[in-house]
Every structure is written in structure tokens, then in C-alpha cells.
């Protein structure tokens, strides 16, 4: 069964601190794997996709098929990454169901 | 561009009503999706659209839950009975491609309180 699993509910760090939201899948395959993220008030939105490999907002993920992690990561928080995060899977040839975790809720403190 | 736009935002109802959602994703996006998310759960595909065809409804109890979208635009989601367990906020996303290969964007949702 596919499942995405964030263990941390909730991740307090101070500001300047490195922060990492961690992230395991369950998928026999080869999956796709995302970082979706909820501000305060605001709609759930894209924050980045292993496909693309790239750094929004400071942020970076690397998918480890050994460990089938997908751990976000951020050398240095900011209090403005105080949001929801959601890590999210969906199964190479599905079109377009993602199956999310239960996300993690960071909050950094000034 | 405008957003995703859901309507109400929020839903107060006793068990056993009815309840209609209504979403207008945003304009030329093929790929509509209607989410359930439970308080303390992440988003939970409920159905998806490619333009007006059901492309997944394996996760929608259909023996309450129906969604339709006509002409391959907006689209409505309805909840008949409601149950104390469908509490929850209801999201509907949109994707460009008719594969759903590409970003889904997400609404503002509609909170629902079954009573």
C-alpha cells in the first residue's frame, strides 16, 4: 500500500536554527514525491518537487530511495516558515493522485 | 491569474442533511480534484475530473457522496445524508494538464460542521 508517513506533528525551532521535516513513503515503485506547504490563512501550495531539484525559499529535499525518505531541509529558519508542511506522494503513471501525510506544523520562534 | 474558487467557505448542518460544495477551478485547467481533509490528516483524494470524465472516484462513498462537472468546468460535490464523520474541510484543486501531470492548485476550501 502506498503511505506517507511525517512522524513529527508539530517541530519548534528558533530562528537561525536548522530545521528539517522529515518524511517517509511506503510505494514498491518509483514514485514522485512533493512539499506542499499552508500558511496561516492561506491556501495549500506547491513548495517544491524532487523531479525539479531546485531551492524555494531556502528550502531543499533529496529522495533516498534506500531509507524512502524525502526529508525537507533549511540551513536557517525564519520566522516566516512558520506554517503547515505536508509531504505528499503520487505513483509514477498515476494521473494526478497524490497521497498525502499528516503534516508537520513548524513553528520558529523569534 | 484568479485562483481556484470555492463556495461556502463555511457549513454548519445537523446529520442526515444534505450539502452541496461548488468549485470553479481556474480557467483552461483540465484536471479537477475534490479532496477531504479530516482534522489532524493531510488531504484525502475523494474524486477526480478530467474535463468532464471521472478519472479516480476508487476513495468517494458513493452510497452518500456524489460529484458531477457538466461541460467540463465547475464542478459540485454533494454530501446526502450527511454523518457526524464527515466533518471536515473539503478542497477542490485544478491542474492544467488533462494527465495531471502538473501543479495542482489548491482552493481556499469549504469547512463543513456535521452536527
Known amino acids: 500500500a502506498q503511505r506517507v508517513t511525517q512522524p513529527e506533528k508539530l517541530l519548534s525551532v528558533f530562528k537561525g536554527a536548522p530545521v528539517e521535516l522529515k518524511c517517509n513513503y511506503s510505494?514498491?515503485?518509483?514514485?514522485?514525491l512533493f512539499w506542499y506547504v499552508q500558511y496561516s490563512r492561506q491556501r495549500l501550495q506547491l513548495l517544491l518537487r524532487?523531479?525539479s531539484r531546485e531551492s524555494i525559499k531556502g528550502f531543499t529535499a533529496d529522495l533516498n530511495k534506500g531509507e524512502t525518505s524525502f526529508h525537507l531541509k533549511k540551513p536557517f529558519a525564519q520566522e516566516e516558515d512558520s506554517a503547515m508542511y505536508y509531504c505528499?506522494?503520487?505513483?509514477?503513471?498515476?494521473?494526478?493522485?497524490?497521497?498525502f501525510g499528516k503534516g508537520t506544523k513548524l513553528s520558529v520562534k523569534p | 491569474e484568479a485562483g481556484v474558487a470555492q463556495s461556502p467557505r463555511y457549513k454548519i448542518i445537523e446529520k442526515r442533511q444534505s450539502v452541496a460544495f461548488w468549485c470553479n477551478p481556474i480557467?483552461?485547467?483540465?484536471?479537477l480534484y475534490w479532496y477531504q481533509q479530516i482534522l489532524g490528516q493531510g488531504p484525502k483524494l475523494l474524486i477526480q475530473?478530467?474535463?468532464?470524465?471521472?478519472?479516480?472516484d476508487s476513495q468517494l462513498p458513493k452510497d452518500r457522496f456524489s460529484a458531477e462537472r457538466l461541460k467540463g468546468v465547475d464542478s459540485t460535490l454533494k454530501i446526502q445524508p450527511a454523518e457526524l464523520g464527515d466533518s471536515a474541510v473539503y478542497l477542490c484543486?485544478?491542474?492544467?494538464?488533462?494527465?495531471?501531470?502538473?501543479?495542482?492548485?489548491f482552493g481556499p476550501g469549504t469547512r463543513l460542521t456535521v452536527l
Open positions: 484543486a485544478s491542474s492544467l494538464d488533462p494527465g495531471g501531470y502538473n501543479e495542482q492548485f
Open positions: 510505494y514498491s515503485g518509483s514514485p514522485e
Open positions: 524532487h523531479i
Open positions: 505528499a506522494l503520487r505513483a509514477r503513471g498515476s494521473q494526478g493522485n497524490l497521497i
Open positions: 480557467s483552461g485547467h483540465a484536471t
Open positions: 475530473f478530467q474535463n468532464n470524465g471521472v478519472v479516480d
